[in-house]
């Protein structure tokens, strides 16, 4: 009677799957959890350091062993209880991290805040944050192509994030279809995004799609631009960090072919746009001028020029192959360059 049920028991795929789960969630504890990527943020900690990584941890560790322990003693049942108990545990610990991930978002830009020494210390920052963002004084933006479509980005929308930061730029190589956060973000209308339009960090096609899956309106464009702008290619450094302006205009780190910024000007954006996504002219020019300034909430400059707006003029010309030329600026009113 005994051999039968061991060998009853040695045949069912519990065992093998108590291990096999417990160390998948041993391995999901050094994750980055929603609290970690609330902002969007890359440069994160492991979710190891938060509580939700440590109660995986041991939770995972636990099930791979009385697994084990059960599989050598011919016990079904304790490894049946002990993946469910440790489902329970991970579930537990996932429902509460999206419950409480507008809070997280919060407490993340607070101690963002603080690090950047905008704001003295934790207690000042968490009771003027949200007062700021609700009185029309910051603008959040959710960084590059890292936004977290179920926690980080819902939170961050709802905690007050307007703006997608240079959307489809510093996105993985390979996206799954769907779900995935470039078409999260496409899709939120509550969210304006910036969009590089060098013709190398974006392509004409993402960009046509783009713009008018956000439309117009909800588009400005960006340059991203960095130490070699306006200079000849060669190797320059970027703060600390030498990187190379190559002969077609890309900008490197140097040695590789990373991305590290622009070259980009923003009259070779609104020409390039032209070509690129099919604008009009009167469109390229909001995209670089009003849209921006009603998306930051730059007062002066949110109504284009009408009276009482600031007088930051550029005259330009378009040649039919939409490059433009600046013919004068004036600041204020005030001439400042001219051909």
Known sequence: MQ??????TSSSPAPLIGIVAGI?????????????????????????????GKVCLI????????????????????????????GIIATGVAAYTAVTAEDQFHDALVSELVSQGIVPDEATADTAVQAAIDGGQVTVSISFGLYVV??????????GATLSTHLGNAAHPVLRRHPNYIWEQLAEDRLT????????????????????????DRSFLVTDAST????APGRYMLADQPVD???????????????????????RAVGNILG????????????????PARAGKVAGRETALAAGATADITQFRVSPANDIEIVATWLAGEKVYSR
């Open 193 to 216: 995004a910036g969009f590089i339009a060098d013709g190398i960090h974006l392509d004409a096609a993402f960009l046509k799609t783009a713009i008018r899956a956000k439309s117009v």
């Open 276 to 291: 690129l996504a099919g604008v009009s002219l009167a469109e390229a020019v909001r995209m670089a001028t009003v849209n």
């Open 59 to 86: 939770a995972g560790v636990g099930i791979a062993i009385g697994s084990f322990v059960a599989m050598r003693q011919g016990r079904a049942r304790q490894i049946a209880a002990g993946l469910l108990i440790g």
């Open 150 to 159: 179920i926690f980080g980005g819902i939170a961050a929308v709802a905690a």
């Open 228 to 231: 070699p702008a306006g200079v």
């Open 245 to 267: 302006l190559t002969n077609d205009g890309r900008v490197v780190l140097a040695g590789s072919d990373r991305l590290a910024g622009s070259a980009l000007h923003m009259h």
């Open 3 to 8: 051999a039968s049920t061991s060998s009853s």
């Open 24 to 52: 998948v969630i041993a391995i999901g504890a050094f994750l980055p959890w929603a609290k970690e990527t609330a902002l969007g943020n890359s440069q994160t900690a492991a979710g190891f350091d938060g509580w939700e």
